[in-house]
């Protein structure tokens, strides 16, 4: 029974951590655009020389705001199966499609080759890089910011027609309620641990006992999900919520510093595609 | 006091949340918390006082991070996991909303859920059901196949409960157990509460913010307050304890109060008075005292 009840102690994405660093005081709409730039970079970077300096970039960033490295690090955790398993798959079946470079080893359609292994080891730190960066940008700035940041940053497209208000508000809602979640999956699984549940005892090739023996996690969280949904339409119908028409209680001002950390970010990123 | 005295022991407990953490919080410091056998005991504080975290320990879902927890002469530690599911089977927790627990489609099949995971017998976990069933107020044959959805919130609570009692455990933990029902259901769980632990001479440790059912159904309280204990004793001894109620504002029952505020006015009563007969025949005494 080697079980741990903490979901929410794993998940550093969504997370707000209060603070008074240089990047949480960041301008929302500045450091989002920084941010996008950023991970934008890292996308595009091919070579090890920038990913490496993407990865600084990032440990700096994490340093600047005053995040614990190793909290910051621990949201990486429940990523690393995924990021092992896509490796693993890129590296045998990827061989041929980048088959510049030295062919190291070759079985039927398993080609390992030098652009196979630079792609696994690049896009692993890209995956990386991304999701720190992620962590920052959340852990640093509060849903609302965010929203309102992203708002502001999109608005041109509402002359297309684009429903910015409505997407930035289900991406807000989507992201304050991972912590919640996390809990709310964290007392079902206590609840059933409590009647004889025990999770994680049947091996993984029983593919169908193992599935159905989440079925009691799964089931509630989903109830609980869908009744939520329901109180909050409910809550926002009541408060009068129209998705048009909005002021918001606080203005954005951008003083030289935001522009200017800006400039550092597009400096920087410029850099990274460029090494 | 020898070990086995106990089947709940809990001596010395701290717990911090989310350690290693910006997060990190201490919800237990050096709490102690006893119940004998057969005894019916409840935890009071208010929200934050550890209460919640306090009872997730009794049935190793929390294990001590330092202090002792011994539950049915079992040792609860990192180190003798292996005495987990044993414990789980024989220390049942009820927690706040447990309605939402429920995750089968019928009645039956997820109060059998329980025994069926630990293995028992098909024909036993029918038994067990039933049984199950019939205590808490859902009748076997013309509720099992009713579909969990279309009960109400009285009857969801009634489900969970008969699915914890079908593990026929003998330490009975509930977190909060009338919180959000209307009075009819509110009673109706209480009695059944009651004839746990009268009747069948189960365990029964409960949280609450009610005095009217710490003085209903306990022998014994713990208070606690901040992650401590602050004080326990008997019903009576904290009823009596005017001073400890105010400081913690606790809420007493009514029959509590009226026999406060006539201290208070100077009227001569026995303070360690509870309960509603009890504090009728001192009113009565009273009345004919003024009388004669």
């Given at each position: 029974m080697a079980e741990a009840f903490d979901s929410a102690r794993h998940i550093t994405i969504g997370q707000y951590m209060p603070g008074r660093s240089l990047i949480h005081q960041w301008d929302s709409r500045y450091k989002l655009a920084a941010f996008t730039l950023y991970i934008g970079a890292v996308a595009f970077c091919q070579s090890y020389a920038g990913n490496i300096a993407g990865l600084a970039i990032c440990l700096f960033t994490v340093f600047l705001a005053r995040i614990p490295l190793g909290y910051a690090l621990k949201g990486l955790k429940p990523a690393l199966p995924f990021l092992l398993i896509l490796a693993l798959l890129q590296l045998l079946f990827n061989g041929k499609v980048y088959a510049n470079g030295q062919v190291y080893w070759q079985y039927g359609f398993v080609w390992l080759t030098e652009g196979g292994v630079r792609l696994v080891i690049v896009s692993t730190m890209r995956f990386v890089d991304m999701m720190l960066f992620v962590s920052v940008l959340t852990l640093t700035t509060t849903t609302t910011q965010l929203a309102r940041a992203m708002h502001s940053l999109l608005r041109p497209l509402e002359k297309m027609k684009v429903p910015v208000h409505a997407f930035c508000m289900m991406i807000t809602i989507a992201l304050r309620f991972v912590p919640t979640f996390a809990l709310e999956m964290d007392k079902i699984r206590k609840a059933q641990a409590a009647r004889g549940a025990s999770f994680g005892?049947?091996?993984?090739?029983?593919i169908i006992k193992r599935t159905q023996s989440v079925f009691p996690l799964i089931i509630p969280l989903f109830q609980l999900a869908l009744q939520r949904a329901e109180q909050l339409i409910e809550a926002m119908e009541s408060r009068g919520y129209r998705s048009h028409g909005r002021t918001s209680f606080r203005s954005f001002e951008a003083r030289t510093a935001d522009v200017m950390l800006l400039f550092v970010a597009i400096g920087a990123s410029y850099l990274l595609i460029w090494l | 006091m020898s070990l086995s005295e106990f089947a709940v022991q809990v001596e010395q407990l701290s717990h911090t949340y989310m350690?290693?953490?910006?997060?990190q919080q201490e919800a237990l410091h050096d709490v102690y918390f006893h119940a004998k056998p057969g005894e019916c005991v409840a935890i009071i504080g208010h929200t934050g006082s550890g209460k919640s975290t306090l009872i997730q320990h009794l049935n190793g879902l929390l294990l001590p991070q330092t202090g002792q927890v011994n539950v049915l002469g079992l040792e609860l530690s990192e180190s003798n996991r292996c005495a987990l599911p044993e414990i789980r089977r024989q220390v049942v927790v009820l927690f706040q909303q447990p309605e939402d627990q429920l995750f089968e489609k019928y009645v039956a099949d997820d109060i059998a859920y329980g025994p069926l995971q630990y293995g028992l017998p098909k024909k036993e976990v029918i038994q067990r059901v039933k049984h199950a069933m019939d205590f808490v107020g859902l009748p076997f044959e013309t509720m099992r196949n009713r579909p969990i959805y279309a009960l109400s919130g009285g009857q969801k609570r009634k489900v969970a409960l008969a699915g914890l009692l079908a593990l026929d455990p003998q330490v009975i933990v509930l977190d909060e157990p009338t919180a959000g029902l209307d009075p009819t259901s509110r009673q109706e769980l209480l009695y059944k509460i009651k004839r746990l632990s009268r009747d069948e001479g189960r365990t029964i440790i409960f949280v609450t913010h009610s005095m009217e059912e710490v003085s209903l159904l306990a022998d014994r309280e713990y208070v606690l307050a901040g992650g401590s204990n602050v004080a326990d004793g008997t019903t009576r001894e904290i009823f009596a304890n005017r001073e400890l109620i105010h400081r913690y504002r606790i809420g007493t029952p009514q029959s509590v109060e009226l026999v406060h505020t006539l201290i208070v006015n100077g009227y001569d009563m026995n303070s360690s008075t509870f309960g509603v007969e009890e504090t009728v025949a001192e009113v009565r005494k009273l009345l004919r005292q003024e009388v004669g």
């Open positions: 005892t049947i091996p993984w090739w029983r | 350690k290693g953490t910006p997060f």
